[in-house]
């Protein structure tokens, strides 16, 4: 064999383990991103049977355990987050550049709710002049207050549940958009502490 034969053999042995390896790597790569959509639909669907929990103990207006399904879900956030770091790690050794996820945040409003969002419970103070007669007329605009202040407290209890409940399911599905979902499960706890307000 004549030595350039040789030295085109060399090269030709380099060319394809360079191949080689390139392939090799692209294969780990996919694996990888295969690993991150195995963790982000076991978290999802983990997410979802947290968010069913959640539901039960709204229903329940088991205050003192639901920030402990917060806790949950923020740990699974967190686990997702890192994945999906290590999913665009991936994605620019392969494709060169990191996909613009500013769309992906606008596809996930976070909904706001205060407490001036909500139905003001009467008091003794918002009837001016009660024109009562006798005890009775008392009695009577006693009783009907104590009965609109608990419809109306119902319906606070009803909305803050409302509003934990699409919030925490929304973050649950934007899983795969880290930020969004941390500003979703921020919001999850203002609802949270809101709601707590008005069944405590």
Known sequence: MTETAEAYEDDLDGVLRNVELAVRAVQRAFCEIGRCNDLLDRTQGTGGETARDLDALLRRRDDAAVPAVLDRLDALAAEVARSEAERAVVKRILDGEVDDIGDDLDDWPVPALAERDLPRVPTVH?????????????????RALTAERQRVGEERIRITSEHLHTVVSRAVDSFGTPEATAALLAEARRAYTLWASCVR
């Open 126 to 142: 918002d009837v001016e002049n009660p024109r009562d007669r006798t005890l009775e007329d008392v009695w009577e605009r006693d």
